[in-house]
């Protein structure tokens, strides 16, 4: 079982990869919708097991108080700007724009938590419970795909 630093990381790595495949696509093509549709449901997944296992645990320190709360915030602007790409049409040249700003954002973020908040969270979370926190993160990402068009079905009503 991965450390619950490598499990992000490797959600990190796959998002990159993503974000780069679906900026060499054009137009509403095949490629584009299917790396979008992949890369839209494990982010969603992904935040939301990372806000429940991860960032819970650094609330307990004053400091990650407010790395916890930048870093959720920063998931809700991202949500919204996935929200908004899902209700634009792929072929105009406002999706390419709002996806650029997207995927800026995002690699801002990926970066942060790689390099401030890792550092800071090993100092709360010990090496002893890395497997734990991994392995509670990957249930959590499964449980949490599961959920993603009912979560979207009930912002909808919001």
Do not use: C
């Amino acid at each position: 079982m991965p450390s619950i630093y490598d499990a992000i990381k490797e959600d990190h790595d796959s998002h990159r990869e993503l974000l780069n495949k679906i900026e060499q696509t054009s137009g509403d093509s095949p490629e584009r919708r299917e790396a979008w549709n992949t890369f839209y449901e494990d982010v969603k997944s992904h935040a939301a097991a990372e806000e429940e296992t991860f960032y819970s645990k650094l609330i307990s320190e004053t400091w990650g108080q407010d790395a916890a709360r930048h870093s959720v915030h920063e998931h809700q602007q991202l949500d919204d700007l996935m929200e908004e790409l899902n209700e634009t049409d792929m072929s105009s040249s406002g999706w390419l724009t709002r996806f650029k700003t997207l995927k800026h954002d995002y690699e801002h973020h990926m970066e942060e938590e790689e390099s401030e908040v890792f550092e800071r969270a090993k100092k709360v979370i010990g090496e002893e419970h890395n497997e734990g926190f991994g392995k509670d993160f990957e249930t959590r990402k499964k449980e949490e795909r599961g959920l993603i068009a009912k979560k979207r079905e009930d912002s909808l009503e919001d």
